[in-house]
């Protein structure tokens, strides 16, 4: 099936594509421009979780028709047990073929495209930094992680008292009905264990330990950051006010250096968006995605030849 069309700049088509994965069958939808703006560069959109490729409110058609009109070529696909691909389902964690087989099909359908963005929401952005700890694929150019999932106990706590239960102690209500009894022990028992557990900090492990590859067993956080720091490529992070979590992101940043200096690097850009929700939901939140996105592979992508040592 083809379609084409018009859209910001210029023309498109879109083609159903189904491909190979492990023996199971992977269904996506190409949006090809008439014209490459970036020479070899393409998107992949990383679908993760209980998603599917229209993704949430049908953003991921909408960024892959911005993209492709103006001359950025993209594949959204569902992953093995999802949408209309077979299989079983498997979470984020286990993407690493599903991510290979988009990124072949892609440089199949687009002989053209050498490098490749990887696009992930959530935990796609997650499962975008394992495919890369797993892999060090070196056709990834450049990643765009938008409120990736990082989450553990200790920064769901540390999220839940910053941003929760601060602005309940504040509340002269919330010690009203504390002093008279109108908090129930459970909703006391629970700011309490958040409060233990949001001090929880990582482990004092010596810095070689810190600075060594984690095994393929070791938290998948840990997998993240390792790829995260080795990857020399540009990376967009865009993080969304209103969701907690790029909060607990952001907590997991400010407890841990070597993601500050990820951060830090001059190749990693980040964009805040605070009145945005997770999924950018409000059509203004999900253009302006797709307008940063484009201005970003327009500003490094375009000009660099970035990749995985």
């Known amino acids: 099936m083809r379609r084409t069309g018009m859209s910001g700049h210029g023309a498109f088509s879109e083609e159903a594509l189904s491909f190979d994965c492990a023996g199971e069958r992977l ?7 008439k014209k490459q703006a970036l020479g070899d560069i393409a998107v992949l959109i990383v679908v993760g979780g209980p998603q599917v490729r229209i993704g949430s409110h049908r953003h ?6 911005t993209l492709a009109s103006n001359g950025v070529p993209t594949l959204r696909f ?23 087989a988009g990124i072949s099909t892609l440089q199949r359908h687009c002989p053209e495209v050498r490098r490749v963005v990887l696009w992930g929401l959530c935990d796609g952005a997650s499962a975008s930094l394992l495919y890369l700890f797993a892999t060090g694929d070196a056709r990834v150019a450049g990643l765009v992680l938008l409120n990736p999932w990082v989450r553990s106990a200790e920064t769901l706590a540390r999220a839940n008292v910053k941003h929760y239960y601060r602005d309940r102690l504040k509340q ?5 009905k504390l002093l008279s009894g109108q908090v129930a022990a459970k909703a006391v028992a629970e700011l309490i264990g958040n409060l233990r557990t949001a001090m929880t900090r990582p482990g004092g492990a010596d810095r070689s330990a810190a600075n060594s590859r984690p095994g393929p067993d070791s938290p998948f956080t840990d997998r993240m950051l390792h790829a995260a720091r080795l990857f ?3 990376m967009l992070f865009v993080l969304s006010g209103r969701d907690y979590t790029a909060k607990e992101f952001l907590e997991t940043v400010s407890a841990e250096q070597r993601w500050q200096d990820v951060l830090g690097r001059a190749t990693t850009t980040t964009c805040h968006l605070p009145d945005a929700d997770h999924t950018f939901s409000a059509p203004e939140h999900a253009s302006e995605v797709d307008a940063r996105t484009l ?5 490094v992508c375009g000009t660099q030849d970035a990749g995985q040592p």
Not at 60 to 65: C, G, N, T
């Open 27 to 33: 269904v996506g939808i190409a949006a090809v421009p």
């Open 60 to 65: 991921f058609v909408q960024l892959a028709r």
């Open 78 to 100: 569902d992953v093995r047990g999802m949408g209309d691909s077979s299989g079983e389902r498997r979470d984020f964690t286990q993407l690493d073929d599903d991510i290979e």
């Open 172 to 176: 002269p209500e919330f010690w009203r």
């Open 232 to 234: 020399d490529g540009p």
């Open 295 to 299: 201005q970003w592979l327009q500003g």
